[in-house]
């Protein structure tokens, strides 16, 4: 159980242009979705949370116009990375919980994004 | 704030050899202690949690207690295997409701055969 599913797994897009990363909870319902970026020295650094029907909460320094999240469900969230740059290429992870009484975050396989 | 610190990687073993990873943590209260797995090119797993002090959580050889009296949670394997070479992610429960767990840096593991 507990399931979270990622789509696309890795997408090559040109600068310029918008990329959409789907997050799926398979077999729960997500109340709060966590959106992450990874960079290569393996830290992983939170960018927002969602929370269904609501608006999401961003972390400092990250621009809510260029990473647009949407948690239209309790299942789905999805992020846009909106006039992609190549600086934005990294590696970007989702996580999901089944409820604020539980502590556990249950995270996606990742999507790798190379913007060319 | 509260806050986790793992020691750097990375650590490179042989296979058979026994593991530590320390970890050790700030916070107010007494909030529920993680270890996540991340394998190359994946997302991170849950390996195990324990929920207060003195807990023990285990999880395919691997191990850690959760204490109180010296804020760590440090993770442990008697004899690690090829297969355990991962990024080993320690982590903190939120400190309010509906936020984020707070992780530490990520050590690496390599263990050779």
């Known amino acids: 159980g507990a399931v979270v599913s990622q789509h696309p797994s890795r997408v090559i897009c040109k600068s310029g242009t918008s990329v959409k990363i789907e997050c799926r909870s398979l077999?729960?319902?997500?109340?709060?979705m966590f959106w992450y970026r990874q960079f290569p020295k393996q830290s992983l650094m939170l960018m927002a949370t969602?929370?269904?029907?609501?608006?999401?909460?961003?972390e400092q320094g990250v621009e809510k116009d260029k990473f647009l999240i949407n948690h239209a469900s309790l299942t789905l969230s999805t992020l846009t990375v909106t006039s992609a740059h190549p600086e934005d290429s990294s590696f970007y992870i989702c996580?999901?919980?089944?409820?604020?009484?539980?502590?556990?975050?249950?995270f996606g396989p990742g999507t790798r994004l190379l913007v060319l | 704030g509260n806050s986790v610190t793992q020691m750097e990687g990375p650590v490179t073993l042989s296979e058979e050899a026994f593991l530590t990873i320390n970890c050790t943590y700030t916070?107010?209260?007494?909030?529920?202690l993680f270890w996540y797995v991340q394998y190359p090119g994946e997302g991170l797993q849950l390996l195990l949690k324990?929920?207060?002090?003195?807990d023990k959580g285990s999880n395919k050889g691997f191990e850690a207690t959760y204490r109180k009296e010296t804020t760590s949670f440090h993770l442990e394997k008697g004899s690690v295997q090829v297969s355990d070479s991962a990024v080993y992610f320690c982590?903190?429960?939120?400190?309010?409701?509906?936020?984020?767990?707070?992780f530490g840096k990520g050590t690496t593991l390599s263990v050779s055969s």
């Open positions: 982590a903190l429960g939120p400190n309010q409701a509906g936020t984020a767990l707070i």
């Open positions: 969602s929370n269904e029907g609501s608006k999401a909460t961003y």
């Open positions: 916070a107010t209260g007494y909030p529920s």
């Open positions: 996580s999901a919980r089944p409820s604020d009484y539980q502590e556990t975050q249950y």
């Open positions: 077999d729960f319902q997500a109340t709060t």
């Open positions: 324990a929920t207060k002090a003195d």
